[in-house]
T-cell receptor
Framework: GNSVTQMEGPVTLSEEAFLTINCTYT??????LFWYVQYPGEGLQLLLK?????DKGSNKGFEATYRKETTSFHLEKGSVQVSDSAVYFC????????????FGIGTKLQVIP | DAGVIQSPRHEVTEMGQEVTLRCKPI?????LFWYRQTMMRGLELLIY????????DSGMPEDRFSAKMPNASFSTLKIQPSEPRDSAVYFC?????????????FGSGTQLSVL
């Protein structure tokens, strides 16, 4: 079946540090890949997505590239802010048909001033 | 648009009681999902509706759980009888068209505590 593996947190960084959160996946065909973010006390919201190999999704300074050869979709940001503190989820949906989203376990990011 | 609306935000109940969680999806969205979030298991899909019809309920833990979608603007998740291990945050999410490239829109969740 489909699965998503992401690094366990928590990840603690100083403000303006570089962020990488690793995500790898297992799926047949060409799934769509997503990063969702969850702020405290809220539901998940889409951060960025990529729907085919070599696509780069980007939003709010975050970016991730769909790497078919390494089955990866790592999240990066060049300079994190305190307001980026949240839980980040990598996710996929299979190609075609029913949109059953498979989520990773989530990685908690804490940015300290 | 008001987004996906869930109620209540918090529910505290005693073991054995019936619990009903409610969800109003975004107007025009024809896919609706119920998720459960715990520290141990992360986000688990409980059930998926498309055009008000349950398509995949393989994630419903057991017969104590049931979900309905009587119309396009309302869904309920019921637990009867509730148990302490049901304590979690329950999220409802909706999506247009149900295609794999579309994002999910999540509600703010219901924090359920079963004592």
């Amino acid at each position: 079946g489909n699965s998503v593996t992401q690094m366990e947190g928590p990840v603690t960084l100083s403000e303006e540090a570089f962020l990488t959160i690793n995500c790898t996946y297992t799926a047949t065909g060409y799934p769509s890949l997503f990063w969702y973010v969850q702020y405290p006390g809220e539901g998940l919201q889409l951060l960025l997505k990529a729907t085919k190999a070599d696509d780069k999704g980007s939003n709010k300074g975050f970016e991730a590239t769909y790497r078919k050869e390494t089955t990866s979709f790592h999240l990066e940001k060049g300079s994190v802010q305190v307001s980026d503190s949240a839980v980040y989820f990598c996710a996929l949906t299979p190609s075609g048909g029913y949109q059953k989203v498979t989520f990773g376990i989530g990685t908690k990011l804490q940015v300290i001033p | 648009d008001a987004g996906v609306i869930q109620s209540p935000r918090h529910e505290v109940t005693e073991m054995g009681q019936e619990v009903t969680l409610r969800c109003k999806p975004i107007s025009g969205h024809n896919s609706l999902f119920w998720y459960r979030q715990t520290m141990m298991r992360g986000l688990e899909l409980l059930i998926y509706f498309n055009n008000n019809v349950p398509i995949d309920d393989s994630g419903m833990p057991e017969d104590r759980f049931s979900a309905k979608m009587p119309n396009a603007s309302f869904s309920t998740l019921k637990i009867q009888p509730s148990e302490p291990r049901d304590s979690a945050v329950y999220f409802c999410a909706s999506s247009p068209a149900g295609q794999g490239t579309e994002k999910l829109f999540f509600g703010s969740g219901t924090q359920l505590s079963v004592l």
